[in-house]
């Protein structure tokens, strides 16, 4: 009998908070359009959007604000978010709706779960990691999501020359990071020093990293190229 593997280490805590009206609508209604339900089968990407075009991976998007702006300001990508909150993905859902932003699609799964089975090998152009849970306190580092195991399955799925885009407003997870990517043999960092990189314009300046800068908190940025 083949044994399956159990993940008992995740990188966040699944705290639900309560939908607002909107939010629970937004699911019910726009669900069908625009989410993508959890299997353990290979996602057709020409088929999900009904197009053939650079596809660009974001995990943990959040309340979803940033990603919505940037599927909008690109409109010839294909954007996938996912993102475990059921609230951030309601609130998603009504932006995309909104905005008329048809190059967005949104999963509300594990991450690691759907790039084990869901996102083919070889098929992404980009991946986003924005602001993911630092778990400062050293006894829960074991929980960041940026760990060698996580680069490799990465690795396996953007495409040779594919960017995996990094950011965090804590200084010791950037450094945890940093050093993770830079000891990998499947990603060069596209840093001039092999350390972080000015914030690159398609990126968009969350509210929360707005409070941040007034506040004289630091963003690292990093840009890794798979190899």
Known sequence: MIEKHIRTIRSFVKREGRLTQGQQQALETQWPKYGVDYTEHNLDFHKL?????????????????????????????????????????????????????????????????????????????????????????????????????????LAKKLKTGGIFHLATDWEDYAQHMLSVLNASELFENLSEGNTFVPKPAERPTTKFEKRGQRLGHGVWDLLFQKK
């Not at 009504?94 to 089975?117: F, K, M, P, T, Y």
């Open 49 to 153: 959007f009904g197009r053939k075009a650079e596809t660009v991976l974001e995990i943990g998007f959040g309340n979803g604000d940033s990603l919505c702006e940037m599927a909008q300001s690109s409109p010839e990508k294909n954007y996938l978010g996912i993102e475990v909150h059921r609230p951030g993905v309601g609130r998603l859902l009504n932006s995309i709706q909104a905005a008329g932003c048809e190059n967005l699609r949104v999963s509300n799964q594990d991450a690691i779960d759907v790039l084990e089975h869901q996102i083919p090998d070889s098929s992404l152009d980009r991946v986003q990691l924005f602001f993911p849970d630092p778990w400062h306190k050293k006894k829960h580092n074991k929980r960041r999501i940026v760990q060698e195991k996580f680069i490799e399955q």
